[in-house]
């Protein structure tokens, strides 16, 4: 199975208009904990469920830190985030602001402090990578993208996709090696969507939402 066959989908896959609702419900617990998650709270829930997408997570990320990193969690784990994942988060809000900075183009180095200083903060790679890819950073001068279990999954797939499987062959991407291949997927995914000219954005969303969905249909 190769994504030529996917071509013409992918570049009209509407990605900005990816949206996934959350419940007051699933958060109500945290206000108690953090005034500046309350306030948050209190105003984006003025129903019981919120929906949001991505061109709304573009918007937020332009005007207010901590409303875009609670926007992206919502959007990201709209059920809630696993364990005290989150709570970790809400007690680690100054540390997570000073590890993102200012400096959106970042070097391998850089990446790999901020890895290091993320941890015990209830932030892995998955969580990141939205927040560098909403915040709009560039790594290596590769546009950031989310790289999450489902994608891995679908790269891991023996069965997939022909240009997914070159890239793991070697070493198939594990929870204990992402960081050191998140490098080498952005350019992986800047590469096939400039040979195929669509957006490394919409190839990222197509993964995610029928990457493990599709079976090729055997010509007659």
């Avoid at 990320?61 to 969690?73: E, G, Q, V």
């Avoid at 993208?145 to 797939?157: A, Y």
């Avoid at 793991?168 to 350019?187: D, G």
Wanted: proline letters at 2%; aromatic letters at 14%.
């Amino acid at each position: 199975m190769t994504l030529d066959s996917y071509t013409t989908l992918i570049k009209y896959l509407p990605y900005l208009d990816q949206a996934f609702e959350t419940k007051r419900e699933n958060w109500i617990q945290h206000p108690k904990s953090n005034t500046i998650f309350a306030d948050f709270y209190q105003r984006t829930f003025l129903n019981e469920s919120l929906k949001l997408s991505r061109a709304d997570l573009f918007g937020a990320c332009k005007h207010n830190f901590h409303d875009a990193i609670f926007s992206i969690i919502f959007w990201g784990y709209p059920r809630n985030m696993r364990g005290k994942n989150f709570e970790s988060i809400l007690n680690s809000l100054n540390g997570i602001e000073s590890a993102l900075g200012t400096q959106r183009n970042l070097s391998a180095d850089d990446f790999i402090m901020m890895c290091d200083n993320l941890k015990s903060t209830g932030v892995g790679l998955s969580t990141l990578s939205k927040f560098l890819y909403f915040f709009e950073y560039k790594l290596e001068n590769h546009q950031c993208l989310i790289l999450d279990r489902r994608i891995m999954d679908v790269i891991n797939d023996e069965n997939g996709f022909i240009e997914m499987k070159n890239f793991s062959l070697k070493e198939r991407i594990t929870e204990f090696n992402k960081r050191k291949k998140y490098v080498a997927y952005l350019h992986l995914m800047e590469d096939l969507s400039s040979k195929n000219r669509y957006k490394a954005d919409q190839l990222e969303f197509f993964l995610f939402s029928m990457g493990k969905n599709l079976k090729p249909t055997k010509k007659k």
